[in-house]
C-alpha cells in the first residue's frame, strides 16, 4: 500500500504497531457479548454482521502473515512475535 509509505519507518516499529492493533482486536472481540455477533450494520454499502467482520480481518491477518514470511523471511513464534527464518 504505497499512500502508506511503510517502506519509510523503521521495520520493528511496524511490528510492533501490528501487535498493538492486534492485542486491542482480541480485546474488542472479547469483551463483546454472544448476543453482539449477530448484530448486523452496513460496511461499504452492504449489509454485514459483526461476526462477518471478525472473520474478514482474521483473513486480513492471515494475508499480512503470509507477505511477511514471502517478502521478508519472517516466520510466526508465539505471542504474535516474528523472527527470522533459519534463525
Not at 509509505?5 to 486491542?24: H, I, K, M, N, Q
Not at 514471502?70 to 516474528?82: F, V
Amino acid at each position: 500500500m504505497p499512500a502508506a509509505r511503510s517502506d519509510e519507518r523503521p521495520f520493528a516499529g511496524l511490528l510492533d504497531e501490528w501487535a498493538t492493533v492486534r492485542d486491542a482486536t482480541v480485546s474488542l472481540a472479547a469483551g463483546m457479548p454472544a448476543d453482539a455477533w449477530q448484530r448486523r450494520g452496513t460496511a461499504s454499502g452492504a449489509g454485514i454482521s459483526a461476526r462477518a467482520l471478525l472473520h474478514i480481518i482474521l483473513g486480513h491477518v492471515k494475508h499480512h502473515r503470509a507477505v511477511l514470511g514471502e517478502r521478508y523471511g519472517l516466520r510466526s513464534a508465539e505471542a504474535g512475535h516474528y523472527v527470522l527464518r533459519n534463525a
